[in-house]
């Protein structure tokens, strides 16, 4: 029999809806019954394409067991840590200060008024490695809160003014500078691995957001290395396991320090920042093997996550059926990987040697550490050789023919919801990759995704943004990041296609995040809502990590409206939050690399690229402007710049501008060129 979860439009929480656990989803049924029944709440947070949630529910949610011992003692709650990332972060915040790491799933105990107690990440169903098992956990919570009540929800109390207090919350104001930028740019040179690429030891996840500003910071100081760490760092990424070499995109990341055996997972966020980090490095240095990278995202998210009616879907699961007669016997990345002996009868011995010399294949499999024997026998494709000239007709019938073949396997699961701030990002990208590559697909892939979101996502009624769309159903008010990733997309669409309209949403979306989420005393945002009675904590996120933070979008999505639309006001409150977090930026600038890229937008020199006259005749002028890297530039046509500029004799001109103060008009494409070096 199903549970509660059965009602429920998260992927996630429709794979737990056939548990004996059962089940609620949150809300205030689940929060009444744990009044009225006097039950701690015991919450699993996770996502539906999370390998570790996959292990814990075959483990322990499946198990009858342990399912009784959960419904007699506790109220179980499950969240989709994707459709609710507040209470993600609140809960996670807890985990990381009790316990010193976290991850998913979340495993949280909770007081009945929603104070967390008792929390960690993925429990083992029994006892090993001297650490209890999930049942014995339980066992001994339930016994602790039957015989020691009060010192739980005294604990609980204390707590949430912890949290409060490790958040940052109420610190004085103050102004980052260039030591704040200096300083990160040096820690991340430290950090760096020179021979490897990225940042620290493994694991490695990439971290775009520090791709952002290094290229921003080399751009504006002139050290040559920042840019260099960024380019070794994406020629090793696109080299190794962690991209798919034949579907194309990235998995999540690599649990190796060389970038080869990923963890198999696909997620929109991280397509979305990673085209845009190859982008800016071909538009940097001209070559064309970072343009060919971005193509390649682009065209795996157009073939496997758009939605048919324009929106992106949000993930592709890790793991899938090695054999399509036994659909449930699931392995990580069995979809991707291949034994030497599938590629020679799929190749035959000529292309097959080829291909396996180019990829790296070995006749017993080319994993040599795998603690888990996941990949006993099989190859995970990595760049291992440069291809040669007299191969590109092998390779190109290798490729075509392997996708072909793994087209027919089973697939991973496909996570179909609809997230507005990830749509956002990835509209971004596509609106950056139709200017930069010249690509008309590109705009168009990133405008009917706006239209996707404008339609199903935007309540014009109270002018309110909702986060998440499933099988027709929009739900979820916005947070701060939903807002912020789609202000900044509408701006970058209004930079490929010159509508109006594109400025005109994104100036309403900006006036109503600073009316719900804006801290009018202290300065910065809120991710949630004043009066959220679900949430025990009202956080201010500015932690740029797998994505970049409400704050940081928000900030730089203020002082690009401000430029195009004339918004002082947009402005004020941009400086405000960049003073919120300015002692962080100073202390601790590695943990916040997006909001320094704001920082450096909102002290840099600003320049102003005003384009008249009639459209046909500007693009050339466009692809000047496109093929540099400007990143302090806001581009307009004269119909939306704060002082009408005519074209010179009615023809085709651009004007350069430092804060509006401009220099002669200049009617073709070579005096442009000229003009902005």
């Known amino acids: 029999m199903p549970n509660r979860l059965i009602h429920e439009k998260s992927p996630y929480l429709l794979q737990h809806a056939h548990n004996p656990v059962d089940w609620y989803p949150w809300g205030e049924e689940a929060l009444a019954a744990a009044r009225e029944r006097d039950l701690p709440i015991f919450l699993s947070i996770g996502y539906s394409t999370c390998h570790w949630c996959h292990v814990m529910e075959r483990e322990s949610f499946e198990n009858d067991d342990v399912a009784q011992v959960l419904n007699k003692n506790f109220i179980p709650v499950k969240v989709d840590r994707e459709e609710r990332p507040d209470l993600d972060r609140v809960y996670m915040l807890f985990v990381q200060a009790s316990t010193g790491s976290g991850g998913w799933p979340m495993s949280v105990w909770l007081t009945p008024q929603g104070r967390p107690f008792f929390g960690g990440t993925y429990f083992a169903p029994d006892n090993r490695y001297g650490r209890p098992g999930f049942r014995v956990i339980l066992e001994h919570l339930a016994s602790v809160w039957r015989e020691d009540r009060q010192k739980i929800e005294q604990s609980g109390a204390q707590v949430i003014e912890q949290m409060r207090s490790i958040a940052g ?112 490095a071909f538009q940097i240095t001209r070559e064309e093997r970072y343009a060919a990278v971005a193509r390649d995202i682009f065209e795996y998210v157009l073939r496997d996550l758009l939605h048919p009616d324009g929106g992106f879907y949000s993930a592709e699961d890790a793991d899938s059926a090695a054999d399509p007669e036994h659909p449930h016997e699931k392995g990580e990345g069995a979809f991707y990987i291949w034994s030497h002996q599938e ?115 935007w309540r014009q009624s109270d002018e309110t943004l909702l986060r998440r769309y499933r099988d027709g159903d929009a739900a979820i008010e916005g947070f701060l990041d939903d807002y912020a990733c789609l202000i900044n997309a509408l701006v970058d669409l209004y930079e490929t296609e010159f509508n109006a309209a594109d400025l005109a949403w994104a100036e309403k979306l900006a006036k109503r995040a600073i009316e719900l989420f804006e801290d009018r005393e202290a300065g910065g945002f809120f991710s949630t809502q004043a009066g959220q009675n679900d949430l025990v904590l009202r956080l201010k996120d500015d932690y740029d990590g797998a994505e970049p933070s409400g704050n940081s979008m928000m900030a730089l999505a203020l002082l690009r409206l401000a430029r195009l639309r004339n918004r002082e006001d947009f402005r004020k409150s941009a400086e405000r939050t960049l003073e919120a977090v300015g002692a962080r930026m100073t202390a601790g600038g590695p943990g916040l690399p997006q909001m320094l890229v704001a920082l450096m937008l909102s002290t840099g020199k600003p320049m102003e690229i005003v384009l008249a006259g009639p459209r046909e005749g500007l693009d050339d002028m466009l692809r000047v402007i496109r093929g540099r890297f400007l990143p302090n530039a806001a581009v307009m046509l004269t119909s939306e710049a704060p002082t009408l500029m005519p074209g010179v004799d009615d023809g085709a001109t651009a004007y350069v501008c430092e804060n509006y103060t401009c220099q002669l008009p200049v009617t073709t494409a070579t005096e442009l060129k000229k003009r902005l070096q």
Request: a negative charge; charged letters at 25%; hydrophobic letters at 40%.
């Open 343 to 457: 590629l020679v009868d799929a190749l035959g011995p000529e292309d097959a040697a080829v291909f396996s010399r180019r990829f790296g294949i070995a006749p017993n499999g080319n994993v040599e550490h795998d603690p888990h024997a996941e990949f006993t026998g099989r190859n995970i494709l990595y760049q291992a050789h440069e291809a040669q000239p007299d191969e590109a007709a092998s390779l190109a019938r290798s490729v075509a023919k392997l996708l072909e073949i793994r087209s027919k396997r089973p697939r991973p699961h496909l996570d179909d919801k609809v997230l507005t701030g990830w749509n956002g990002l990835m509209i971004s990208a596509f609106a950056k990759g139709a200017q930069i590559l010249d690509e008309p697909r590109y705009a168009q892939a990133a405008r009917s995704a706006q239209l996707f979101l404008w339609s199903r996502l």
């Open 169 to 280: 919350q109420g610190e004085a104001a103050s102004k980052a500078g260039q030591d704040a930028l200096d300083n990160t740019y040096h820690a991340f040179r430290r950090s760096f691995d020179a021979r490897l690429g990225g940042f620290g030891n493994a694991p490695k996840f990439p971290r775009p957001s520090i791709h952002n500003f290094l290229l921003r910071y080399a751009d504006s100081s002139g050290e040559d290395d920042a840019r260099t760490m960024v380019q070794i760092t994406l020629d090793a990424m696109a080299k190794g396991g962690m991209h798919d070499q034949l579907g194309g995109g990235f998995h999540r990341y690599s649990v190796d320090e060389r970038w080869f055996v990923p963890h198999f997972e696909k997620m929109l966020y991280d397509q979305a920042q990673l085209a845009t980090s190859y982008l800016e």
